[in-house]
């Protein structure tokens, strides 16, 4: 009778030796830099080990100069929001993201060579899905230091390229449309400051 108790015991000891303490339920806010660009994400977690984060993220650049000895433009103009749901394995600082992003992403720039200036545009997919994971390192209080990895599936590439010649005062224009053959992942690599309150 002893030994059944005491297996008794053990077995209704177990799940609360073994199991991780939930963490308390947070809402967050995190500002951080990569290869997303400048973004903001804020978002909730549960304390049961899920949660949900959405983010808005954007990079600008502008080259003007000379390839081969023509004026040449390029613009780069990347504007995203996406949203993820999240999952924290034993309730810890750990997560494991999936979601997916509406994306603006593109890339533009124009070369002119005497009477003929050409132009293109190069997008990828509007919807991308995203997989990846993050850990929060808290270091003082509620701030945390946040590191973000994962990918996009941005798809193809569409490219839109234009000629205009211009001859004595006149102007013609052909227009072209093209799709890459490689589908592209889109890394992230993401480092932010995450406040929970």
Not at 18 to 27: D, F, H, I, M
Not at 100 to 127: D, E, F, H, M
Not at 159 to 168: E, F, K, L, M
């Amino acid at each position: 009778m002893r030994i059944v108790f005491s297996l008794t015991a053990a077995a209704l000891a177990a799940p609360m030796i073994l199991s991780t303490p939930a963490s308390a339920e947070e809402l967050f806010l995190t500002p951080s830099v990569g290869t997303e660009g400048a973004a903001l994400s804020g978002g909730y977690k549960s304390d049961n080990g899920w949660g949900l984060t959405t983010k808005v993220s954007a990079f600008a650049w502008n080259k003007n100069g000379t390839v081969n000895g023509y004026p040449t433009t390029g613009n780069m103009r990347f504007l995203n929001i996406g949203a993820t749901f999240d999952v924290y394995p034993a309730g810890g600082n750990f997560r494991v993201s999936a979601g997916a992003r509406i994306s603006g992403n593109k890339i533009t720039g124009t070369q002119t060579q005497g009477a003929v200036t050409s132009s293109y545009t190069l997008k990828q997919n509007s919807v991308q899905p995203y997989l990846g994971a993050g850990y929060s390192y808290y270091i003082a209080g509620n701030m945390a230091l946040d590191f973000e990895a994962g990918a996009y599936y941005a798809g193809t590439t569409k490219v839109t390229s234009n000629g205009n010649v211009t001859v004595n005062g006149a102007t013609a224009t052909a227009t072209s449309t093209g799709t890459s053959n490689q589908n592209v992942l889109y890394p992230v690599a993401q480092l932010g400051l995450r406040m929970r309150f």
